[in-house]
């Protein structure tokens, strides 16, 4: 895919969060919104997966630590053709497989079952060890909350995983700048991020997270990285996409009403159109 297609494929994932966050009447779209330029990138170009073949033992694996951002994942593994994009209506939706955190037993493309903030950043450690045990060359991808690195597993992992020199692990900061009660600089700040990946061991990079140019080049680097994991700072814009929940702590874990429905799709029919005259 070319920029302009990733642009317009992103902003199709962005429709889907909204959709599906709506119609549950619950679920987080800010952190899905701000995401959504990461998730496209990683399944329309960097990761080696397939939609009619989502368990091929040698696929690359994707985990979704900050697990409340399902809206996300499934709106972009539907674009993938993963499941139909109609079923992102039943989110959280009684009887739906689709559950409000990512259930890797009933969704396809789900690589890790994630929700318990800090424990996703494990589980892909735990997949990057065995994928050196066992000699095979698929890489693993995990995307945290800034607000999620406030948790001390997140670094108990890392220490492994410096210590194990695991360089198929690439672990994904997505920084916006928000958490559920606010500002993480005033909840309880990470920051400096950067410098406490490199202190265990990390190689860090940091971009700006909805600029498909530097996601492109950052995950390339990393691919060139070896004898140690690398670590994507991305700063992000919260609810990216739609004019009332940009930057706006609010919008971190609710569900728009029908009319906050109706502005925010036309938003992104906006952003749609400008693309297509591109």
Known sequence: MNKLELMKTANEVRKGIVTAVHSAKAGHPGGSLSAADIFTYLYFEEMNVDAKDPKNPDRDRFVLSKGHTAPGLYSVLAQKGYFPIEDLK??????????????????????????????GISAAVGMAVAGKLQGKDYRVYTLLGDGEIQEGQVWEASMLAGHKKLDNLVVIVDNNNLQIDGAITEVNSPYPIDKKFEAFNFHVINIDGNDFEQIETALKEARTVKGRPTAII????????????ENQVGWHGKAPNDEEYEIAMKDLEKVGEALCQK
Do not use: C, E, N, W
């Open 90 to 119: 039943t989110l959280r939706h009684t009887g739906s497989y689709l559950q409000g955190h990512p259930d890797m037993k009933h969704i396809p493309g789900v690589d890790m079952t994630s929700g318990s903030l800090g424990q």
């Open 234 to 245: 991305a700063k992000t814009l919260k609810g990216k996409g739609v004019s009332f929940m």
